[in-house]
């Protein structure tokens, strides 16, 4: 019994012993399969899922961001920046990182000088996405107060951005030629707008590591550099520019007008080197203003050019050979009447020479000389000048003016076609005309932008007077600026100056009713080989003067006398200055 006893608890001491080797092995499975398991993951993420995963972790902190590039700088002629493209900076943020965070949006509107509730608006409307601009093209002083409320508040998704600004160191002295770029720069008026393909820039493109607050870290390659825009240089003289401002400004002032321009041209090369308007605006602040200050009335408004077309009747008649300078013309008793319709002079001048028919400005004079042509043959040099055409600057906007084609005129329309009145006409339009008269006959094409060696060489015109004619039209309106003539008020010490008044009423809704009229004056110096043309024209005077000799002219006076030095022109006249000099050292 004791033996049986001793075998049963060797037995069963056995059987409660642990089973080593079993365990050893399966912990040698378990293991080995772990590291199978662990051994696959590994390489199906090394080698399956590389890209990937690559490309998961690269959206996390790997962006693609614009490089800015710089747009193309505008220039006078002389190389004066008339715009340029300063670097600012632009503030941008996630939205989802701000929304339950009430004071770092009160705190970044106060930095951007913004107001918080509308801040705090853009940011709940746009919270499901992770970026938007909160303020584009920020001054220096708000991008350093963000940064401050970026560090003291330890947010994260402000970023940063480099941007350029459009900046106009002209001002409003050349905003209606130059126009201004949107938040874009994109061109939207003017010279930006004309040649927007060749001034934009394209941006580049390139990787950058953002850290946690969305701030670039690090670069890591470029994808595409940027190319900045091409500079474009203007016909415009940045002193000549400011002068004939000034001097607008001052006469639309003195006479209380309703607007102004003027408009200067190079004769030899047909180059703007001068084209102001009033009212004016400041195209570096606000923009909101109508179109009554922001359009370019040199180019976009037309007027009845008034008497200044008596010139180019008389051309017209010389060329066909139908009257000299001296031949008479009988304006007595100061009216006359075409069928039903009478024309009126303002004085009753008797018997007048075709010089003094351009000297006193007779419509009756004028009229009698357009009767012995054909209408065909006054609408021939109208259309050759370039009425009812546009210039062709390529300025957005341009008007081409009206002239009616001769096969629908009548009589009436004939005698009142001969001072100026039943076409229309801009000021840019007017001065190319004169420049015809000033270049011995020629047509050339007018532009804003300045002629370089190459286009001056190959430069044409188009023969629209001989030369002969050109001088003896040229002589005659010389008549005018004397103290026999219309213009006295233009005349310059020490040079020949000739040109032509204008005074024409303004039409409206019922007639030409009521004491509206623009006022002008179109003349060249110096008169013997005339090498500057302008025309002025004041909208509307509501000073007690209002023809074109007393309102106009005193302002192409002051703006050539200063021309005429800046471009050292000499004097072709000089007595009149030698006199001048004697009276003043005899004082």
Do not use: C
């Not at 195209?283 to 010139?311: C, F, H, I, W, Y």
């Not at 075709?354 to 357009?370: F, Q, R």
């Not at 629908?408 to 007017?430: D, I, K």
């Not at 023809?547 to 002051?558: D, I, N, R």
Request: net charge positive.
């Amino acid at each position: 019994m004791a033996t049986h006893s001793r075998r049963g608890r060797r037995v069963a001491s056995r059987r409660s012993k642990p089973n080593l080797v079993l365990r050893r092995r399966v912990l040698t499975a378990a293991l080995s399969l772990a590291f199978v398991s662990l051994s696959a993951g590994v390489f199906y993420r090394q080698i399956i899922e590389t890209d990937f995963l690559q490309e998961q972790g690269a959206l996390r902190y790997l962006r693609a961001a614009e490089i800015a590039a710089r747009r193309g700088m505008i220039t006078d002629r002389n190389g004066e920046p008339l715009a340029v493209s300063t670097p600012v900076e632009t503030v941008s943020a996630n939205p989802g990182k701000l929304l339950d965070d009430s004071a770092a949006v009160s705190a970044l509107a106060g930095a951007l000088d913004m107001d918080a509730e509308r801040l705090r608006a853009k940011v709940i409307a746009n919270k499901d996405r992770q970026f938007i601009y909160v303020k584009r093209r920020v001054t220096l002083s708000e991008a350093e107060a963000v940064k401050a409320v970026v560090a003291e508040r330890k947010l994260e998704g402000i970023g940063f951005e480099k941007e350029y600004r459009r900046y106009y160191p002209g001002a409003e002295f050349f905003a209606h030629v130059i126009g201004f770029t949107d938040i874009e720069d994109r061109g939207q008026e003017g010279i930006e707008l004309a040649y927007d393909d060749a001034l934009k820039a394209e941006p580049g493109l390139h990787h950058v590591i953002r850290d946690g607050r969305g701030r670039v870290v690090q670069e890591v390659e470029q994808i595409r550099p940027p190319r900045p825009g091409t500079d474009l240089t203007l016909s415009l003289d940045r002193r000549l520019q400011f002068l004939a401002h000034r001097e607008l400004a001052a006469a639309v002032k003195e006479h209380r007008a309703k607007a102004g321009t003027a408009v200067v041209l190079d004769v030899a090369t047909g180059e703007v080197l001068a084209m102001v308007n009033q009212p004016s605006f400041n195209p570096n602040m606000d923009r909101s203003g109508g179109s009554e200050q922001r359009r370019n009335r040199a180019l976009t408004d037309v007027m009845e050019p008034g008497s200044t077309m008596k010139p180019l009747v008389v051309a017209a008649a010389l060329e066909k050979r139908l009257i000299s300078p001296r031949t008479p013309i009988a304006t007595a008793p100061g009216y006359y009447k075409v069928g039903r319709n009478t024309v009126r002079d303002v004085h009753n001048y008797g018997s007048l020479d075709v010089t003094g028919v351009i000297t006193k400005s007779s419509n009756v004079g004028v009229v009698k000389i357009a009767q012995r042509m054909a209408y065909s043959d006054l609408w021939h040099i109208y259309d050759q000048v370039g009425f009812g055409h546009p210039t062709g600057v390529g300025f957005p906007g341009e008007s081409g003016g009206l002239l009616r084609h001769y096969s629908n005129w009548r009589p009436f329309e004939h005698a009142t076609m001969a001072f100026g009145y039943g076409l229309s006409v801009t000021a840019l339009q007017l001065a190319q005309a004169y420049s015809v008269i000033a270049a011995d006959g020629v047509k050339r094409p007018v532009t804003l932008v300045k002629r370089d060696a190459a286009s001056l060489a190959a430069l044409k015109g188009t023969s629209v007077l001989s030369p002969a004619t050109a001088r003896k039209v040229r002589a005659m309106m010389e008549t005018v600026v004397s103290d026999k003539g219309t213009a006295a008020k233009a005349q310059i010490t020490g040079y020949r100056a000739a040109g032509k008044t204008g005074t024409a009423k303004k039409a409206g809704k019922s007639g030409y009713r009521g004491r509206r009229y623009q006022s002008v004056f179109a003349g060249f110096v110096p008169a013997g080989q005339p090498r500057l043309v302008m025309v002025v024209m004041i909208d509307e005077p509501g000073g007690k003067s209002y023809y074109g000799g007393t309102v106009a002219a005193p302002v192409f006076q002051k703006v050539m006398q200063g021309a005429l030095r800046l471009f050292n022109i000499p004097p072709d006249d000089p007595m009149p200055s030698m006199l001048l000099a004697h009276r003043e050292s005899a004082q």
